[in-house]
T-cell receptor, first 114, second 112 residues
């Protein structure tokens, strides 16, 4: 049973470009959340998707957008990249009915913006 | 903004010793979770303690929660080199909804 998978592992972009990160949730999970983790910091919640809709959003600008497909996989899109967007982007999946909100994380995509 | 704050920021111990790290948070919570992260990779859930629980054990892990002080501690007994990682506390409450609020973490180094 595969866990949460993310692609690509590493990505290098230049300022102003756009990037798409991908995530496949753990089998049986129907929610996907995205987190941004800057170096030396804890993960910061970007948003969560459920039933192909953004269910909740953290304090991130509209440059950050996402999508969830019928098979529960998800994408994170970031437009007009800034140097400050350089970070580890983590995808996490869970079960909507799981009241404890335990999240299962992928290995992350490390984005470097030059 | 970060909800939880871990203390200490870094901890270095030898194998066999116990490691204790603390977490303080700001608002009322539904539960508190501890996660481990190896070398900037994904986080792994370790243990969850509900707001109405005071102590919980899982293997070599012991977690306590003091809601009056808005604090939690994670104790790792008989540490091993493989325990070297960053440890984060994460809180969830009715205000945060589905989001987990993480602290900055404690970096633990266990030397042989």
């Amino acid at each position: 049973d595969a866990g949460v998978t993310q692609s690509p592992t590493h990505l290098i972009k230049t300022r102003g470009q756009q990037v798409t990160l991908r995530c496949s949730p753990k089998s049986g999970h129907d929610t996907v959340s995205w987190y941004q983790q800057a170096l030396g910091q804890g993960p910061q919640f970007i948003f969560q998707y459920y039933e192909e809709e953004e269910r909740q959003r953290g304090n991130f600008p509209d440059r950050f957008s996402g999508h969830q497909y019928p098979n529960y996989s998800s994408e994170l899109n970031v437009n007009a990249l800034l140097l400050g967007d350089s970070a580890l982007y983590l995808c996490a999946s869970g079960e909507r009915e799981h009241r404890k909100n335990i999240q299962y994380f992928g290995a992350g995509t490390r984005l470097s913006v030059l | 903004s970060q909800q939880g704050e871990e203390d200490p920021q870094a901890l270095s111990i030898q194998e066999g010793e116990n490691a204790t790290m603390n977490c303080s948070y700001k608002t009322s919570i539904n539960n508190l979770q501890w996660y481990r992260q190896n070398s900037g990779r994904g986080l792994v859930h370790l243990i969850l303690i509900r707001s109405n629980e005071r102590e919980k054990h899982s293997g070599r892990l012991r977690v306590t929660l003091d809601t009056s002080k808005k604090s939690s501690s994670l104790l790792i007994t008989a540490s091993r080199a493989a325990d070297t990682a960053s440890y984060f506390c994460a809180t969830a409450n009715s205000n945060s909804g589905y989001a987990l609020n993480f602290g900055k973490g404690t970096s633990l180094l266990v030397t042989p």
